[in-house]
């Protein structure tokens, strides 16, 4: 299908590289507050006891692409009470949270992380997780998310990211797995 976005972003957009920030997402229309903004089309998701599977997965690229990857992964907790296949076979029904990593592979990794300048967030409920406008938004303006509100510290993940871009003069042409 033709029509079919490419990408996540459901906004006209465009990607700018500032100085002093790296590459930012920068709106190119104005934006109503609680409009739709990303979705999480494009990204690479893995459960908590998945992680052979994601080396698995920063195996297949460089050494400089498997860096880039753990910056635009994050670590993530669900704790949706809705499904079945979340809760533990005892008495007491305890809540079983979900933990794991995702990597976004599309234009919504390049969002900036801001606190009190975020314009954009998620909306979580039992079927959406999408991010929307936190308040309007100019044209012009970059879209600046908080990292805070939805990264999860994941033991052996963070162990990973802390691999990431340390003398990466040797690596550069190696695979992830090689250098673990």
């Given at each position: 299908?033709?029509?079919?976005?490419?990408?996540?972003?459901?906004?006209?957009?465009?990607?700018?590289m500032?100085?002093?920030?790296?590459?930012?997402?920068y709106?190119?229309?104005?934006?109503?507050?609680?409009?739709?903004?990303?979705?999480?089309?494009?990204?690479?998701?893995f459960?908590?006891?998945?992680?052979?599977?994601?080396?698995?997965?920063?195996?297949?690229?460089?050494?400089?692409?498997?860096?880039?990857?753990?910056?635009?992964?994050?670590?993530?907790?669900?704790?949706?009470?809705?499904?079945?296949?979340?809760?533990?076979?005892?008495?007491?029904?305890?809540e079983?949270?979900?933990?794991g990593?995702?990597?976004?592979?599309?234009?919504?990794?390049?969002?900036?992380?801001?606190?009190?300048?975020?314009?954009?967030?998620?909306f979580?409920?039992?079927?959406?997780?999408?991010?929307?406008a936190?308040?309007?938004?100019?044209?012009?303006?970059?879209?600046?998310?908080?990292?805070?509100t939805?990264?999860?510290?994941?033991?052996?993940?963070?162990?990973?990211v802390?691999?990431?871009?340390?003398?990466?003069?040797?690596?550069?042409?190696?695979?992830?797995?090689k250098?673990?």
């Amino acid at each position: 299908n033709s029509d079919e976005l490419l990408t996540g972003l459901l906004v006209p957009f465009e990607v700018k590289m500032i100085d002093e920030k790296g590459r930012g997402v920068y709106a190119t229309q104005f934006i109503a507050k609680g409009s739709p903004i990303w979705i999480p089309k494009y990204q690479a998701v893995f459960e908590h006891d998945d992680q052979e599977d994601f080396e698995d997965f920063l195996s297949m690229v460089t050494w400089k692409q498997a860096c880039d990857l753990l910056q635009w992964c994050y670590g993530y907790e669900d704790d949706d009470d809705d499904d079945d296949d979340n809760y533990e076979e005892d008495d007491n029904e305890e809540e079983v949270t979900n933990v794991g990593v995702a990597c976004v592979l599309d234009e919504g990794s390049l969002f900036n992380h801001g606190e009190e300048e975020a314009n954009v967030g998620y909306f979580l409920s039992w079927e959406l997780d999408d991010m929307i406008a936190l308040r309007d938004i100019q044209a012009g303006e970059e879209l600046i998310q908080d990292y805070d509100t939805f990264d999860e510290s994941i033991d052996w993940f963070e162990r990973l990211v802390d691999k990431a871009w340390v003398d990466d003069s040797e690596n550069s042409e190696h695979s992830y797995r090689k250098e673990l």
